[in-house]
């Protein structure tokens, strides 16, 4: 059975990857004494290293890049249907006329 995900807030995450950075600790050893898994903390440091202004956003919301990435996909998937529609009407009005 899988347990319950962990939630961590901005500022555990930043004082996590604050220990492997400013305190010299292997992010396994942070990890350790955090009770959190290494890898967790190595995925953060990079995170915060890559794009510090707009690193964890939190719980269900997206970088300004991903929303527009998101809004591409919902305008695409909705040109996809509409072409579909019209290519069913045009053969079932070009079986109608003839």
Known sequence: MKGQRRNHSQEFKREAVALVVEQGYSCAAAGRSL??????????????????????????????????????ETENRRLRMEKEILKKATAFFAKESS
């Open 35 to 72: 009770g959190i898994n290494g890898n967790m903390i190595g995925r953060w440091k990079r995170e915060l290293e890559g794009n510090a202004a707009e690193a964890f956003p939190g719980k269900g919301k997206r970088t300004a890049e991903q929303q527009r990435i998101h809004e591409l």
